[in-house]
């Protein structure tokens, strides 16, 4: 069964504060330390914007499903900075909010990230969307994962990124029994 989103952010969010606080002398001298990293994605009338594949009304939810598009992320780390693409499903819930989940990649001339996103987005609230993705590397960055953590930037258009590469995968979850 699906965790609430909610609870995933949360332990995104505790993932990276426990993260921030391990010293890299604790981690073993032929692993990479953990980067903090940061950037922006800028929206631009130029990206490819594919509509969505289908929307329809369910009860209380608008389900937009399929829409995609292609941009440009630009960070202080290049191995995080390229195209990016995501495709996406959204419930939209009128103006309480929607909740999006999706799949995301990074490509660069080096490599590419891929995994997955989620997040909401309060419509009431001018550029009040976050996101959280986890991306694993493949090529040059085989063996590395990334967190993500995009939000409103001050600039109009624009998304701020901020997050962590990191050696490995993440942990499993534990149980809550």
Known sequence: MRSSLFARVALVTISLVIISTVGVAAQPSDEIPA?????????????????PTSITVD??????????AV?????????????QRAVWNRFEYGADGS???????????????QGTYEGVIFPHVPGAARYQAVLVGTGEYEGLSAILSYSPSDADDTLAVDGLIFMGEFPDYPALD
């Open 99 to 113: 909740t999006v989940a999706g799949r995301l990649s990074i490509e660069n001339d080096d490599g590419s990230w």
């Open 35 to 51: 980067v903090q990293v940061s950037g922006v994605v800028v929206f631009a009338d130029t990206d490819p914007v594919e509509p």
């Open 71 to 83: 941009r440009q992320i630009t960070m202080d780390d290049e191995r995080l900075s390229g195209s």
């Open 59 to 68: 009860g209380a939810a608008t389900k937009v499903l399929g829409a995609s």
